[in-house]
């Protein structure tokens, strides 16, 4: 594999060991990493550094692009490795940790980690270590699965470790569209003026001298576990793709819609797969992360192109599409994450954004990312890149979590990620609620009759009422507006006797 997939001689010689990479790696440095929501992370010499920590203990802040697989973040935990991590991830062992204090966590908009590094706001990286697919001729590094923030790092970085995988299609070639932004404050505009649009080299374009390291490895990405799509997905399905119908019937979208964002997890993968028996045509997408749902979109025909920051599969939606890659090559790109999440970009092409919500409230703020406002989830990921910048940003959740017991719509969300000037359609699977161009008072009612379950409607409403009666442009009970995160505490449930 080595002369094909690293075809400048000069570089052949740098091929060594995992062990031998992770060598470079010091106690106190900033290493970026390749991986984006568990799509083409490095998978060897992470496991390297983890297994050296318990005789030559080190630690050192990780960036990424998102979460990664292979239990990558688990392991560096569990041999206490990491110092701080940042922007994204969704690992129990390391969520622990970070509830604990272990480790610290910085929860960034996906969009803003290598601005920050390249305007020197952060620590710059250290070592780079990146997954490819090859290295060109010119010694240009080819990732793999993913783009997110490799081409930053690798090309920030005082040194690279290449991670060759084999396993990964060399037809993956192509398939990227690497543009780094200028500097500002006299940078020109980003000319991606569709999601198709294609602006830059199939390739990280390194100086050859700083790749230090090759390791040769084989180990595929981690599958996706998604749940298969449920009821209450369908329905909360169901009411997006009626509501969107009606804008189409109104004039304000054609059947094509706009390109469409869609985030992490179970609930906006099955809201996608809806789509696949929707009325709309020639779709297409401006998104993150590409999951099964975009794979069937395209094979029905209803999706034309998609363009993301990486591809996260489950194992036989990934087994039946890597092998055929090719076919699908003239209708995917993956780009750095900056780019996938530009604010210019979504703002430009009016990107329909659905991500999902924790929790939401009553006049339509919403919590990505905090459990009882204290303990983290994941992070924001590329939710507030979207929701801040689209054309409408809709959040869906399914009314109730654990068993009913909690009501995911809430007098008073505990952590506001996205605030109510960001948020404009809430769905749950008894309805949606149209915020747009509504005052708080108006989002109050139409949240609480449409999105909340009716096991808490009359405790929302009776909230609500008191609220009122004390005025304000946004009414609450202070004093109780966390009172049903209180009584889950001390209930089990959120419902008041
Ligand atoms: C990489 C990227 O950035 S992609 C772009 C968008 N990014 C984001 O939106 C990041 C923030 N979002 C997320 O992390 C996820 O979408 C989540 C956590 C909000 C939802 O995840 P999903 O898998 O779609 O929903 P799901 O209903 O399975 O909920 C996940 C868990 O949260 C729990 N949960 C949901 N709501 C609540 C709540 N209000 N309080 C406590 N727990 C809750 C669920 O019970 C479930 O727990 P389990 O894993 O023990 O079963």
Redesign the pocket.
Known sequence: MSKDRIRRPSLLSKVVSADQAASLIHDGMTVGMSG??RAGEAKAVPLALAARNAAHPIKITLLTG??LGNNIDKLLTEAGVLARRLP?Q?DATLRNAINQGDVLFIDQH?SETVEFLRSHQMKPVDVAIIEAVAITEDGGIVPTTSVGNSASFALSAKQIIVELNSSHAAELEGLHDIYIPGKRPLRDSIPVVASNSRIGTHAIPVNPDNIAAIVLTDKFDSPASLAAPDSETIAIAAHLTDFLSNEVKQGRLSNSLNPLQA??????NSVLYGLVHSPFEQLTMYS??LQDSTVALLDSGKLVFASGASMTLSQPVADAFFPHIAKYKDRLVLRPQEISNHPEIIRRLGIIAI?????CDIYGNVN??H?NGTHM???????GDFARNAYMAIFV??ST??DGA?S?VVPMVTHCDHNEHDVDILVTEHGLADLRALAPRERAKIVINNCVDPAYRDQALDYHNRALARGGQTPHVLEEAFSWHQQRAKTGSMRLS
């Open positions: 984006f929501t998102a979460s994204f969704s996906l985030g992490i997890g179970n609930i906006a993150e992360v991500n999902t919500a924790l929790e990505s990312t459990v989830m994941n992070g924001i990921g590329g939710s959740a399914k979590a654990k909690i995911t």
